[in-house]
């Protein structure tokens, strides 16, 4: 009895299941297959506006614009090559180039593919028009970066570019995926999670003729925060101004803050191009041989010639005071062991003060071997050599500062009197940044303070102050150190004499860096004021043969600031 009514309930219960899939699927069959074919939910990221990068004084240096782009949805497409003819004719792009981009940036069926930027009127219009034998087509707005200033901004701020590998694989934890745009290089990629928003979505559906029926979902993007750093874009213009077709550096600082005023690396970049995306123009700057993409400021390492002679006076000094009336004569060369060591004239019997102020090599081989290569190494650390300075962005190199044990140990030589000679003037071994020196020479401007360079001035709301070190140089040190710096630009037989300007008060030392089988390197460094220092500079330029032109340089500098009244 029991078996016939589990019987009855199973068979009642077939019949119904039955019936239900005959009525789904033959009386109301034609109406869902309609809905399905009239109706899709579809997906759409919203980029998120990045945050805008301004100058001290709020000058936009990084901004977003609107891009209008057409992009293809590859799930939505049947009949690729008739699709990319189509596109061909409206966009008047041949169409091995659409088939090219769009297997490049291909990802997966759910993401759109970008195949042109920037659309112009027209294209739009045309698009729309087409839009029905367009399926798979959509335009969007995307936020697209801006950089005003071009080629004069863009070792400070970097550039946009897609995400490689090894960012990915570092970034994935923060939300970062294989579609997005990061920065290279500058402030773009030291802040990036700062200065990047979060990507919102809307989930609409459309009909088959892919026009809106109804927003499903909505989440609206976050813009990234705004950055507001410490270049005085007057400035940096000045200095890039100047730069031009040149190849080497300009670093301003301010000495007691550490502010970055302006810092110029020639030749450099448009960051514009990598954000359009022209890949003929990337691939010839990766190409090329002057470097435009490499930061000398920062991360090109070179020996500082005599400019190095301010550590070895500062050496000397707290040594021993009196060495600053220590007297040597120079022939115009100086043997040492089994090679003769030269200078650039015959200069007699100099002091310390004359040494400084005529650069004489032949004094400074001499003191240099007096102190000895111990204490030289010591106040090279002290002045902040041979090591980061800590500036905010990534790529800075260490410079190097050669040792007795360095020698010994890792290159397996005794020191000589020669590496001595050749230390105290800043050649053999010796090697520096720009903006090592020009942090260096603060120290002087600001009476014994190493100042902590950076670029962040503001995020949001919240201010940044550099912190700075106090450096164990005696306060007489600094002030004969100064009235020497003070002499090299404004004696007439100082070597920056043609550095000078009226109504500034500069202070300077000139390096003359020998290269191997190159003409020499040309370096200037020094600060600047009217009544009190305001900025401590450093000018340095490749290859020029002498330090003349770097002087000539900082000084179409310092008068062009002067006369726009940023001294």
């Not at 189509?86 to 659409?98: D, H, Y």
Request: glycine share 8%; net charge positive; hydrophobic share 40%.
């Amino acid at each position: 009895m029991r078996y016939r009514q589990t019987l009855i309930v199973f068979k009642v219960l077939f019949i119904t299941l039955i019936l239900g899939l005959f009525y789904r699927q033959v009386i109301q069959g034609e109406y869902f297959y309609n809905q399905s074919r009239r109706n899709v939910i579809r997906v759409i990221s919203l980029e998120a506006a990045r945050g805008r990068i301004l100058d001290r004084n709020g000058v936009v240096l990084a901004d977003t614009i609107p891009s209008f782009d057409v992009s293809i949805i590859p799930q939505e497409v049947r009949n690729k090559p008739l699709l990319f003819e189509r596109l061909s004719k409206i966009l008047g792009m041949p169409f091995e180039e659409i088939r090219q981009i769009y297997q490049r940036r291909y990802l997966n069926p759910f993401v759109p593919v970008i195949i042109s930027e920037k659309l112009d009127k027209n294209e739009i219009i045309a698009l729309e028009e087409n839009k029905l034998q367009l399926p798979g087509v959509v335009v969007d707005i995307r936020p697209l970066r801006f950089y005003p200033f071009g080629k004069a901004t863009s070792h400070v701020l970097g550039h946009l570019g897609q995400i490689d590998s090894y960012r990915i694989t570092k970034l994935k934890p923060y939300g970062y995926e294989m579609s997005d745009l990061v920065g290279y290089g500058g402030v773009e990629e030291y802040y990036d999670l700062v200065l990047r928003g979060e990507n919102g979505g809307e989930q609409v559906e459309v009909d088959n003729r892919g026009q809106r029926v109804r927003t499903v979902g909505y989440k609206p993007p976050q813009s990234g925060q705004d950055i507001q750093i410490t270049l005085d874009m007057r400035i940096q213009k000045i200095a890039d101004d100047v730069m031009h077709g040149t190849r080497g550096a300009v670093v301003i600082l301010d000495p007691y803050s550490g502010d970055v005023i302006a810092l110029s690396s020639y030749p450099s970049y448009d960051p514009n191009d990598f954000v359009k995306g022209n890949d003929s123009v990337i691939r010839s700057l990766l190409q090329d041989r002057r470097s435009p993409l490499f930061n000398r400021a920062i991360a090109g390492q070179y020996p500082p010639g005599s400019v190095f002679k301010i550590v070895t006076t500062t050496s000397a000094l707290e040594k021993d005071a009196s060495l600053t009336n220590k007297t040597f004569v120079c022939n115009g060369s100086m043997q040492i062991g089994n090679r003769t060591y030269n200078c650039s004239s015959t200069h007699g019997a100099e002091n310390l003060r004359d040494a400084v102020i005529h650069s004489c090599n032949v004094y400074f081989y001499s003191l240099g071997m007096l102190i000895g290569p111990d204490i030289l190494h010591k106040y090279a650390s002290v002045l902040g050599l041979s090591r980061r300075t800590g500036i905010d962005l990534n790529y800075e190199a260490a410079g190097f500062i050669p040792s007795v044990n360095w020698k010994k140990v890792i290159m397996f030589q005794s020191w000589s009197k020669g590496d001595t000679a050749n230390m105290a003037i800043g050649q053999g071994e010796v090697l520096v940044t720009p903006l090592q020196l020009a942090r260096m020479v603060s120290v002087f401007a600001n009476g014994g303070e190493l100042v902590h360079p950076h670029l962040i001035k503001a995020i949001g709301n919240k201010n940044f102050i550099g912190k700075n070190k106090s450096v164990t140089i005696k306060k007489d040190v600094l002030k004969n150190i100064d009235s020497y710096l003070y002499g090299v630009v404004n004696n007439p037989e100082g070597t920056a004499y043609t550095a000078r300007v009226e109504g500034l008060r500069i202070y300077g030392k000139t390096g003359t860096a020998q290269v191997h089988g190159k003409a020499a390197h040309g370096w200037l460094v020094g600060y600047v004021g009217r009544d009190k220092p305001k900025y401590a500079f450093c000018v340095f330029l490749e290859n020029v043969g002498s330090s003349h032109v770097a002087c000539t340089a900082a000084e179409r500098i310092l008068e062009e600031m002067s006369k726009q009244g940023l001294i």
